[in-house]
T-cell receptor, first 112, second 115 residues
Framework: DAKTTQPNSMESNEEEPVHLPCNHS???????IHWYRQLPSQGPEYVIH???SNVNNRMASLAIAEDRKSSTLILHRATLRDAAVYYC?????????????FGQGTRLTINP | EAGVAQSPRYKIIEKRQSVAFWCNPI?????LYWYQQILGQGPKLLIQ????????DSQLPKDRFSAERLKGVDSTLKIQPAKLEDSAVYLC?????????????FGEGSRLTVL
């Protein structure tokens, strides 16, 4: 499975933008980049995903490098509720079924 | 839309005892996953079902763990006998086959403590 590398932790202030980096130098041409986050005592929740182009949704933006070897999840205006562990995952498709392999993730702390 | 339901939320057992966890995925979701999450680590995939067939169980410790998904709907994960290192949160997730490609919906998990 292709691997991702993320910082163990990051800290930001409320109402400021947050840029969460992810390196995936061994990504293959058909791997999608997914981001999930996990709030305390909850299961992970989907944030966003992309293949080559930058993506935006109501939760966040995903900026993908031109060579696809790195990406950045952008929270435009962090709130205290965004404090969570953020996982960057490459989705591999094996025999037509989708598989998500989680790494350690980045623990994001938001200061009031 | 009702989410993925899991039970029990918490379970405490002694080593060598057995335990079973139940998952009811979102209605119509054909793919179901069981993940194990040890404290401080990311979730680790144990088994993946497509309808009632196993797609991937390469990470499932088959000497003590078993899982089934009868009729392609709800699923149970069993551990027998439990070891101390099985203490973890067991997460169930499901995925629709069409639309919102790749998005998994997770339950809140079942927290197991083995003493």
């Amino acid at each position: 499975d292709a691997k991702t590398t993320q910082p163990n932790s990051m800290e930001s202030n409320e109402e400021e933008p947050v840029h969460l980096p992810c390196n995936h130098s061994t990504i293959s041409g058909t791997d999608y980049i997914h981001w999930y986050r996990q709030l305390p005592s909850q299961g992970p929740e989907y944030v966003i995903h992309g293949l080559t182009s930058n993506v935006n949704n109501r939760m966040a933006s995903l900026a993908i490098a031109e060579d696809r070897k790195s990406s950045t999840l952008i929270l435009h205006r962090a709130t205290l509720r965004d404090a969570a562990v953020y996982y960057c995952i490459l989705r591999s498709s094996i025999q037509g079924a989708q598989k998500l392999v989680f790494g350690q993730g980045t623990r994001l702390t938001i200061n009031p | 839309e009702a989410g993925v339901a899991q039970s029990p939320r918490y379970k405490i057992i002694e080593k060598r005892q057995s335990v079973a966890f139940w998952c009811n995925p979102i209605s119509g979701h054909a793919t179901l996953y069981w993940y194990q999450q040890i404290l401080g680590q990311g979730p680790k995939l144990l088994i993946q079902f497509q309808n009632n067939g196993v797609v991937d169980d390469s990470q499932l410790p088959k000497d003590r763990f078993s899982a089934e998904r009868l009729k392609g709907v709800d699923s149970t994960l069993k551990i027998q006998p439990a070891k101390l290192e099985d203490s973890a949160v067991y997460l169930c997730a499901s995925r629709p086959d069409r639309g919102r490609t790749g998005e998994l919906f997770f339950g809140e998990g079942s927290r197991l403590t083995v003493l």
